[in-house]
């Protein structure tokens, strides 16, 4: 059975279990999703479904998103992602919703992380920084020596340094899904998710089982 879905981070909150123990969640609105292309081996060389979640007005859309979407008579969708499927059981215009998932499974989910903007090595790799005594002036928070002199006389291409951090594809894997509620669309999730509020995340059947 295809499991997948797109979501937007709404936030996080808590939740106390039976045993009565507060557990730290994060809530993902999650669905309605719509399916807008089933790919197969046959015709595209590689079986998939995409999938359409969260309406838009039609001007915010091309012509060609349009017509890709009409083919089905979907509203206007403004977020679409694929999703590979040895043998995809669904349909094209087909509605999938929280529904598919339960209390308990384990799920990898896709985001993308804060940007944090330009970083030292302290923040960026939690490099030790210099020593704090003996005069030393500014050398704090630098990264140190950055190779040898003569030989190689170069700096290695992959080093780290500063630069920029975050804003990157992160996926947190085998997360359990703590609560499943269908009237109002959303997951809860242990623990913390990739990205800011309202950001995209998609959410797949755990790699690691």
Do not use: W
């Not at 206007?76 to 529904?99: H, Q």
């Not at 704090?132 to 950055?146: C, E, F, I, V, Y």
């Not at 040898?148 to 170069?154: E, H, M």
């Amino acid at each position: 059975m295809f499991k997948g879905l797109i979501g937007r981070k709404v936030g996080m909150t808590q939740v106390f279990d039976d045993d009565g123990v507060a557990l730290p969640v994060t809530l993902i609105e999650a669905g309605p999703c719509y399916v807008t292309q089933v790919k197969t081996l046959e015709k595209e060389g590689y079986a998939s479904v995409q999938l359409g979640f969260e309406e838009a007005k039609p001007k915010r859309l091309t012509g060609g998103q349009l017509g890709h979407l009409k083919r089905n008579s979907l509203p206007p969708l403004k977020v679409l992602r694929e999703f590979r499927a040895k043998s995809p059981d669904v349909s094209e215009g087909d509605t999938i919703n929280v529904n598919i998932f339960e209390n308990g499974e384990r799920v990898d989910i896709i985001g993308t992380s804060k940007g944090r903007g330009f970083a030292g090595v302290v923040k960026r790799y939690h490099f030790a920084g210099g020593p704090r005594t003996h005069g030393q002036s500014d050398r704090l928070r630098a990264p140190g020596s950055l190779g040898s002199g003569t030989t190689p006389g170069r700096v290695f291409k992959g080093k780290r340094g500063p630069g920029r951090m975050g804003n990157e594809r992160v996926t947190s894997s085998y997360v359990r899904v703590v609560l499943v509620d269908p009237e109002r669309n959303l997951l809860a999730v242990d623990g913390s998710v990739p990205g800011h509020k309202g950001s995209i995340v998609v959410l797949k059947p755990a790699r690691k089982q």
